[in-house]
């Protein structure tokens, strides 16, 4: 949504979007690769500056059909369904591995993508078990083609946002722009 609304305030300005882990677009902003990043809170900013956007939920999803298939408890489906999870080099990833370690949990059948949009897609073909961010898959929640495996214990939520350079020039109108959102929670 956010790139939807900068284009069509500024439709001409040039953009090239990289799809790549929070650690790897951290890093291409400190080197001034890039401009702009929406990446996880960074635990070392380094020259760059953040900006909050708010918290991020990760949840469990699935269709109905794959649920009703899994006979078994919520907490017990790291022993029998297909998890589905971001490769072990995302961010994303090493928050859900020290979850599984702090819960004692050891999914028995994963399957690792590369991006979040294919959990989504996966889990809606009825393939297994994704973890994915929860305000990723609202509509699907709402309209029933998705559920939530709800846990004892839940994944901690993770605050994300824009980072970009502190020194190096950037286009005023992305300045502008990232000045004047709010957080997640008070979006529409």
């Known amino acids: 949504p956010y790139l939807k609304e900068f284009t ?5 300005t040039d953009i090239s979007i990289t799809c790549t882990s929070s650690s790897a677009a951290s890093s291409m902003v400190e080197q001034g690769s890039i401009d702009l990043a929406l990446v996880v ?3 070392n900013q380094g020259t760059a500056v953040y900006h909050s956007l708010g918290v991020i939920e990760y949840i469990f999803v699935c269709t109905p059909a794959y649920r ?3 006979n078994c408890g919520n907490e017990q489906i790291f022993e029998q369904a297909n998890i589905m999870l971001l490769d072990q080099d995302n961010v994303s990833r090493r928050h859900l591995n020290s979850y599984y370690a702090q819960n004692k949990i050891t999914p ?5 993508v590369n991006e979040m949009d294919l959990l989504i897609e996966f889990a809606k073909m009825g393939i297994g078990v994704s973890c ?7 509509q699907e929640l709402q309209e029933g083609s ?5 846990l004892s214990k ?5 605050e994300i946002g824009f980072l970009y350079h502190r020194i190096r020039p950037m286009n005023e109108n992305i300045l502008k722009f990232i000045e004047g959102k709010p957080s997640i929670s008070e979006s529409p």
């Open 132 to 138: 994915v961010v929860k305000q990723f898959v609202e």
């Open 8 to 12: 069509g305030r500024y439709p001409n």
């Open 108 to 112: 028995l059948h994963i399957l690792e």
């Open 154 to 158: 839940p994944i901690s939520p993770r």
């Open 41 to 43: 809170k960074p635990e």
């Open 68 to 70: 009703d298939k899994l």
């Open 146 to 150: 998705l559920m939530e495996i709800v």
